[in-house]
T-cell receptor, first 112, second 112 residues
Framework: DAEITQSPRHKITETGRQVTLACHQT?????MFWYRQDLGHGLRLIHY???????NKGEVSDGYSVSRSNTEDLPLTLESAASSQTSVYFC???????????FGQGTRLTVV | QKEVEQNSGPLSVPEGAIASLNCTYS??????FFWYRQYSGKSPELIMF????GDKEDGRFTAQLNKASQYVSLLIRDSQPSDSATYLC????????????FGKGTRLSVIA
């Protein structure tokens, strides 16, 4: 069965370190998205991609970057982790027309 | 700024009652509307989507859309304790590949 998986599921890192969260989907979807979810803020869009070599900034992109070298993967990099980036991160993908977004299991990131 | 507003709750209903969840959106050009359910510690999962004015029914769930009032709702009939979760409203401005904009969610508690 097709799926979307994130790794790691949990991570603790120190302030200032570079961190990369992985997202891999087997739906063959062109569209992939990264959200963060914080209490009181809901799901906020970080970055998204509509296809290989395409990346776009979302509403909370500062301090984050993504790259899309193939259809299946959209890794999210925190260039220099800050305590404000402690959050739960969700990756999602959609097919053409955005009829349904499939979410990964989430990554809980703690920056100490 | 495209906004999606939901009452954060908690909304408490007795088992067997109808739960009514509401969502308003700011962009009059919005085309597609989605309801996601998210259990604590889990990722969002799609319950229903609706594109046209009126009602759409799927089992115990009914989505209602009123584009003139920029209002979409979700009714859950015969509510069960297993329906206790946070319900996220999501809106897509265009029918193409625009990222979904999520509300902050309404927490529903069904009391046995």
């Amino acid at each position: 069965d097709a799926e979307i998986t994130q790794s790691p599921r949990h991570k603790i890192t120190e302030t200032g370190r570079q961190v990369t969260l992985a997202c891999h989907q087997t739906w063959n979807h062109n569209n992939m998205f990264w959200y963060r979810q914080d209490l009181g803020h809901g799901l906020r869009l970080i970055h998204y991609s509509y296809g290989v070599q395409d990346t776009n900034k979302g509403e909370v992109s500062d301090g984050y970057s993504v790259s899309r070298s193939n259809t299946e993967d959209l890794p999210l990099t925190l260039e220099s982790a800050a305590s404000s980036q402690t959050s739960v991160y969700f990756c999602a993908s959609t097919g053409q027309g955005n009829t349904e977004a499939f979410f990964g299991q989430g990554t809980r990131l703690t920056v100490v | 700024q495209k906004e999606v507003e939901q009452n954060s709750g908690p909304l408490s209903v007795p088992e067997g009652a109808i739960a009514s969840l509401n969502c308003t959106y700011s962009d009059r050009g919005s085309q597609s509307f989605f309801w996601y359910r998210q259990y604590s510690g889990k990722s969002p999962e799609l319950i229903m989507f609706i594109y046209s004015n009126g009602d759409k029914e799927d089992g115990r769930f009914t989505a209602q859309l009123n584009k003139a009032s920029q209002y979409v709702s979700l009714l859950i009939r015969d509510s069960q304790p297993s329906d206790s979760a946070t319900y996220l409203c999501a809106v897509n401005v265009n029918s193409g590949n625009t990222p979904l904009v999520f509300g902050k969610g309404t927490r529903l508690s069904v009391i046995a």
